[in-house]
Nanobody, 126 residues
Framework: LRQLVESGGGSVQDGGSMRLSCAAS???????????MGWFRQAPGKEREGVAA???????SYADPVKGRFTVSRDNAKNTLYLQMNSLKPEDTAMYYC?????????????????WGKGTLVTISS
């Protein structure tokens, strides 16, 4: 059974930092390394939006609101995806989801994904 499980969410104050993790299980190391991995978020009352993505070759893509503040990375040896979030703002408050799809091409932050985690809640207080 292939699963994506997010962790690291919680509450921090405006300007703080947080790191999210997404552990992928059920994938071999080879198959995981071929995945396009992404982070999405959904704030209350809003549609889900793409935040960041990382391709199988390590290249990255970010949504404008998070550029310069968020960093996506992956550790293929651990089948784990990360999202380092700095200079957090109240408008970053949302449920954050990890997602994946197989792709050999550049992975954009808004690309459709085929596998999803259940999410981790991030709350930024002012």
């Amino acid at each position: 059974l292939r699963q994506l499980v997010e962790s690291g969410g919680g509450s921090v104050q405006d300007g703080g930092s947080m790191r999210l993790s997404c552990a992928a299980s059920g994938y071999t190391g080879y198959t995981y390394s071929k995945l396009c991995m992404g982070w999405f978020r959904q704030a209350p009352g809003k549609e889900r939006e793409g935040v960041a993505a990382i391709s199988s070759d390590g290249s990255t893509s970010y949504a404008d609101p998070v550029k310069g503040r968020f960093t996506v990375s992956r550790d293929n040896a651990k089948n784990t995806l990360y999202l380092q979030m700095n200079s957090l703002k109240p408008e970053d408050t949302a449920m954050y989801y990890c997602a994946a799809r197989y792709s050999n091409s550049f992975c954009r932050y808004y690309d459709a994904m085929s596998a999803w985690g259940k999410g981790t809640l991030v709350t930024i207080s002012s």
